[in-house]
Structure formats: structure tokens, C-alpha cells
């Protein structure tokens, strides 16, 4: 199994899925159960594509799952700040800067395997 926790775009995702953790449950109790579980759900589905595609093979369908997760959980996270879900401004700021960081690294892994 290829090792992963080196991986800048992993220890990305890995601080997202923790800043959702500890942002969730700052919402108020009908959002942290329904908007907070689908952030916190789908930030460690983002982390799981990331693992497997470092081990795999042929990366780029994973990758492209990892691409379409991420356009999911920036809607998710607008989604959050135009029901006032997040607390303040700045926990949504974090959070879409964090997704789009992510989101700029699977690109860039994208582009490397589509040459190779």
C-alpha cells in the first residue's frame, strides 16, 4: 500500500474534514444534523478518494470522483453560509478556502496523470 500522509492534498483534506468537525457543532441543532452530517460526511469521503488514489493503479476515474465530490461540497458549503448555518463569516471563509486549495491540488494531479 502506497504511503499517503506525506501528501500535501491529504493533509489538506485532512484539516478540512477537522475544521468540519469542530465547526458542526457550533450549528444550531437543526443544521448540525442535517447540513453539518453531510459536510462532515463528505469531507471524509474526500479524504478516502485521496488514499485511494495514491494506491491505485489507474488514478484518473478516482481522481474525477475526487474532482466531482469537491464541486459537491463547495455547493454544500454555500449552501451552509446562505442558511446561516455557520456561525460567522470567517468559518465559511476558511472552509471554501481550504476546499478550493484541495480543489487546485487535484487538478494539478489530474494534469500529471492525463500526460503520463
Known sequence: MARYEHLPIYKKAM?????F??????????????????LREQSREI??????ANSA????QILYQLRERLEGLKVLIRICKEVRAFHCFNSF???????V??????????????KT
Request: avoid cysteine; glycine fraction near 6%.
Open 21 to 38: 468537525e469542530k465547526i458542526v457543532s457550533n450549528f444550531s441543532r437543526y443544521h448540525k444534523y442535517t447540513l453539518g452530517s453531510e
Open 47 to 52: 479524504v478516502g478518494l485521496i488514499i485511494k
Open 101 to 114: 486549495e484541495i480543489s487546485r491540488q487535484s487538478e494539478g494531479w489530474i494534469k500529471v496523470q492525463k
Open 57 to 60: 493503479a489507474e488514478r484518473i
Open 93 to 99: 471563509v476558511h472552509a471554501s478556502n481550504l476546499v
Open 15 to 19: 484539516d478540512l474534514t477537522i475544521y
